[in-house]
């Protein structure tokens, strides 16, 4: 759309096209795969830095798609022990000990992200 083609009879549309987040936020929820069933693709390769730029960058073979998995990202972990609490502002952040992992991985998180299970 053209900045002549704005008058005052569409002006919220186009405002909301612009500036309102909450609508790309909810499209970026429950994105749309990027290819159907059936498509032919190839997958890239893993090129270290100092490799020749001319040499090919996906793999030889043609993979077919047999199906679409969806994927949610917000996984939940369980917590062995909560180590310390801290302030951070008027935000409350608790140290946990993640069952499974190895000290090094304790880490700080927002004690209003935790769920009971």
């Known amino acids: 759309m053209c900045p002549c083609d704005v008058n005052s009879n569409n002006i919220m549309t186009v405002w909301t096209n ?3 987040r909450r609508s790309k936020k909810l499209s970026l929820e429950n994105p749309k795969p990027n290819f159907n069933v059936g498509d032919y ?4 390769k893993y090129k270290h830095v100092f490799q020749k730029g001319y040499e090919s960058n996906w793999s ?5 798609i047999s199906s679409i998995i969806t994927y949610n990202p917000t996984s939940q972990h369980k917590i062995d022990k909560i180590i310390d609490t801290r302030y951070s502002g008027n935000r409350k952040e608790v140290l946990v000990k993640w069952k499974g992992y190895p ?7 927002l004690a209003s992200s935790l769920k009971e299970i």
């Open 103 to 109: 000290d090094k991985f304790n880490s700080w998180i």
């Open 60 to 64: 030889d073979e043609i993979f077919i």
């Open 18 to 20: 612009l500036y309102d």
């Open 41 to 44: 693709v190839q997958i890239t």
